[in-house]
């Protein structure tokens, strides 16, 4: 038998790669970007990195000695055209720029986009400046993110927080509960409600709630997937996820 060499043709067009870093104990984030991402012409690649329990400050700020060496393991070698770091309250406690920096490193070509600064961002976009602040956690890290909205000139109008210590707590947080929940919830005079955390699963109820309490609703998840398709270039323009796609 002889045997033949035979040179493939290799792709000659790259479509956007996105890098997708997610806290090992989350199971929301991931399938939440896949649901969109099926519908887009781009590729998403996700590495996992160690977090800690409970969900301190300290555990936030501890989880971020490890970003470099996750995202070097995010096609070692090859570019990347965004990398998205998963971890709301872990981005404000820690600061975006400090996680961009370390991000960069591994990946220096790389846009970086966090929850955190998307949700800033996707506020903007509507023109909002009154909001409701919803958290799963703990009250110091609770108080933490309405901080981070108020230096950045946003008036809370309300506060509603779970008091869950455990990420993998708030992993398993009842949709059907958590859509009554932030229905009975009074919003009076928010002009947007924002939902923190990777790890709720608030995505599929959106549009639901906005038309329940004919209210703005934005979340960590869809804010994060929005932003990330600004700077992909992707049409961000997606039905069933929320007015923030119109």
Not at 73 to 93: F, Q, R
Request: proline share 3%; glycine share 4%.
């Amino acid at each position: 038998m002889d045997s033949k060499v035979i040179k493939p043709e290799f792709i000659k067009k790259i479509i956007p790669r996105v890098g997708l870093i997610v806290l090992s104990t989350d199971v929301m984030i991931e399938k939440d970007f896949l649901k969109v991402f099926n519908n887009i012409t781009a590729d998403l690649f996700v590495n996992r990195i160690t977090n800690y329990n409970p969900v301190t400050a300290e555990n936030l700020k501890k989880m971020t000695n490890k970003i470099t060496s996750v995202t070097e393991n995010i096609l070692p070698g090859e570019k990347v055209d965004c990398v998205v770091y998963g971890c709301t309250s872990g981005t404000i406690v820690s600061g975006y720029d400090n996680i961009k920096k370390k991000i960069n490193l591994a990946k220096p070509e790389a846009s970086v986009t966090a929850p955190s600064t998307a949700a800033l961002n996707a506020l903007k976009k509507k023109n909002i400046k009154k909001i409701s602040v919803v958290t799963p956690y703990i009250k110091s890290v609770n108080d933490d993110v309405v901080n981070f909205f108020k230096s950045n000139n946003f008036e809370i109008t309300s506060n509603t927080y779970f008091d869950i210590k455990s990420d993998v707590d708030i992993g398993r947080v009842d949709q059907d509960k958590l859509f009554e929940i932030l229905s009975n919830i009074d919003h009076k005079d928010a002009e947007a409600l924002f939902v923190s955390c990777t790890s709720l699963p608030v995505l599929n109820i959106i549009e639901k709630l906005e038309k329940k309490l004919n209210l703005i609703v934005l979340s960590s998840n869809q804010a994060l997937i929005w932003e990330t398709l600004e700077k992909i270039n992707r049409n961000n323009s997606i039905k069933g996820y929320g007015s923030l796609f119109y």
